[in-house]
């Protein structure tokens, strides 16, 4: 089992941004200390929420990630010119020493399909088809390349430092967009979201069965999640320390249309997918998720309002307390 950070890099307008991005150099420092494998950085436009974009934080990330993977999760795409994100990964893989991830998805925001000038119902074809691109360019050879949204002929893109470029990791929720996900990246990025039961058993089945379908092995792939986490000594006192804070910022996703349901259900999420407690109550639930393929945990630590020494605090005991318990081999 791999354990990473969502840098989840989303504030209140009237926070002090330049205060909040030095605490959060401060926790990847810290987590590449206490033996974390990797932090992400998020993606969004014009949010409710003061929102650093990501490339920038990436490039950041890099200088103070020790030996961490540094990736996104995830870079919403279709708002990108697919040259652009070739052009800037490859770079920033340089930077990295090889240790990037490029996380994408399709977005779900209508004010960002707006702004953007994003078509929604063809922005899953425009992803997939800049997935293809992307992967032509940092080849380092020629490309021609005439597809439905890109024309590219008789060019060459920065070459990235790892052989063939960053592994691409694809977020995905629908089913259909979990077997694209399969069929294209080399990884998929599991939302720990979602308010149906088990829903994340069944949609691993759905990508395994694609995977295969691919011609691709299971083996050696990663199966990252996304969860909340927060851990303190007893499972009351973490409950009571965070609750305000992962409420207020799920209530907040909420005034999207999309997300309406995280305030509708939030008790449910609260009791059956935050993982907020005692070490021995995060590792009984992380345990389930490795039970279910999971063999990479990236954890969103804080929350809107949520102090940096409480943060500090329970990033160093779940170092200490819970991922030693995952030391061998991943579950897969």
């Given amino acids: ?27 990847t420092e810290l987590a590449a200390e206490q ?11 014009l949010a409710n929420l003061q929102t650093p974009q990501t490339i920038s934080v990436v490039a950041k990330l890099i200088q103070h990630s020790g030996n961490m993977t540094v990736g996104t ?21 340089h930077m990295a020493d090889g240790r990037l ?17 994003i078509d929604k119902p063809n922005r899953f074809r425009k992803m997939h088809e800049q997935i293809r691109l992307i992967r032509a360019l940092w080849t380092g050879e020629k490309v021609d390349f005439d597809g439905e949204f890109y024309s590219v002929h008789d060019t060459i893109c920065v070459k990235p430092l790892q052989r063939g470029g960053p592994p691409i990791w694809i977020g995905a929720g629908g089913p259909i967009s979990v077997r694209k996900a399969a069929e294209l990246g080399d990884a998929w990025i599991i939302p720990g979201n979602s308010p149906k039961p088990d829903w994340h058993v069944q949609a ?6 694609a995977l295969a379908k691919a011609g ?8 990252p999640i996304i969860v909340n986490v927060f851990c303190a000594p007893t499972t009351q006192l973490a409950r009571d320390t965070v609750r305000p804070n992962v409420e207020r910022e799920y209530f907040n996703y909420a005034e999207y249309p999309q997300l309406a349901f995280q305030k509708e259900r939030f008790e449910y999420m609260w009791e ?20 279910a393929g999971v063999n990479h945990i990236i954890a969103r630590p804080y929350w ?6 409480r943060t500090v605090e329970s990033i160093k005991l779940f170092a200490k307390e819970v991922m030693p318990r995952f030391a061998g081999p991943a579950g897969v």
């Fill in 1 to 27: 089992m791999k354990f990473g950070i969502l840098a989840s890099h989303q504030y209140l307008p009237e926070d002090d941004l330049r205060r909040r991005l030095y605490e959060l150099w401060d926790l």
């Fill in 35 to 45: 033996g974390f494998d990797s932090i992400f950085a998020i993606n969004h436009f």
């Fill in 73 to 93: 999760s995830l870079v919403i795409l279709p708002a990108y010119h697919a040259v652009h994100i070739a052009e800037e990964f490859a770079t920033l893989d």
């Fill in 101 to 117: 991830v490029l996380g994408v998805g399709a977005g779900y925001r209508n004010n960002e399909f707006a702004a953007m000038n």
């Fill in 204 to 209: 691993m089945a759905n990508h395994d069965d």
């Fill in 216 to 223: 691709k092995s299971r083996e050696g792939r990663e199966y």
């Fill in 272 to 291: 059956n997918l935050f993982i907020v407690g005692d070490p021995d109550f995060v590792a009984q639930r992380i345990a389930r998720l490795e039970e």
């Fill in 304 to 309: 809107l309002g949520t102090s940096h020494e």
